[in-house]
T-cell receptor, first 113, second 115 residues
Framework: GQQLNQSPQSMFIQEGEDVSMNCTSS?????WLWYKQDPGEGPVLLIALYKAGELTSNGRLTAQFGTTRKDSFLNISASIPSDVGIYFCAGQLGAGNNRKLIWGLGTSLAVNP | DTAVSQTPKYLVTQMGNDKSIKCEQN?????MYWYKQDSKKFLKIMFSYNNKELIINETVPNRFSPKSPDKAHLNLHINSLELGDSAVYFC??????????????FGEGSRLTVL
């Protein structure tokens, strides 16, 4: 089946540092999504990307939809303690009832104040 | 108001028991899901319902039976619980018809522990 390779698996950084994580696949996606899961909560959407090459920012977060439609990255600038959590990428295939979301395995982020 | 709410939040039970987890969404979405998150934090889709009809059933044992009485509710019933069923179960919803942004709205999760 389709798989998403998300890396790194975990990161431990100092407050103020920039963070970068990415997802790659052998499949072509029509949408890339980045979610964050806080401890004890469900994932929440951070950024959605709908076009190849699209670069989108949300505050300190920036994500890009790769031009080959097989990869995406998420950058977090000037990290703060509340950035702690698990970040998931998800790629969407198909549409309507045939829509399928493929999830990455997550990047666990720890921030040292 | 909580958009996607699931109950109970915690469930501890013995092997062999039957249990249910309930989910309700007040977003007016037409599609609901159940996901299982294991100890390694991998999110695995179990079921997807669109307007009360089963769309996705991802090789889940038939001990797991979803029930959707209306499009705002999707409950999960589990028979003959096994140790490997211990996980956090997330309900989610999305709007598929007319506008499809790809966004899923998740509940807070129900942590099931089977002893």
């Amino acid at each position: 089946g389709q798989q998403l390779n998300q890396s790194p698996q975990s990161m431990f950084i100092q407050e103020g540092e920039d963070v970068s994580m990415n997802c790659t696949s052998s499949s072509i996606f029509n949408t890339w999504l980045w979610y964050k899961q806080d401890p004890g909560e469900g994932p929440v959407l951070l950024i959605a990307l709908y076009k190849a090459g699209e670069l989108t920012s949300n505050g300190r977060l920036t994500a890009q939809f790769g031009t080959t439609r097989k990869d995406s990255f998420l950058n977090i600038s000037a990290s703060i303690p509340s950035d702690v959590g698990i970040y998931f990428c998800a790629g969407q295939l198909g549409a309507g009832n045939n829509r399928k979301l493929i999830w990455g395995l997550g990047t666990s982020l720890a921030v040292n104040p | 108001d909580t958009a996607v709410s699931q109950t109970p939040k915690y469930l501890v039970t013995q092997m062999g028991n039957d249990k249910s987890i309930k989910c309700e969404q007040n977003l007016g979405h037409d599609t609901m899901y159940w996901y299982k998150q294991d100890s390694k934090k991998f999110l695995k889709i179990m079921f997807s319902y669109n307007n009360k009809e089963l769309i996705i059933n991802e090789t889940v044992p038939n001990r797991f039976s979803p029930k959707s009485p209306d499009k705002a509710h999707l409950n999960l019933h589990i028979n003959s619980l096994e140790l490997g069923d211990s996980a956090v179960y997330f309900c989610a919803s999305s709007q598929e018809v007319v506008v499809n942004t790809g966004e899923l709205f998740f509940g807070e999760g129900s942590r099931l522990t089977v002893l």
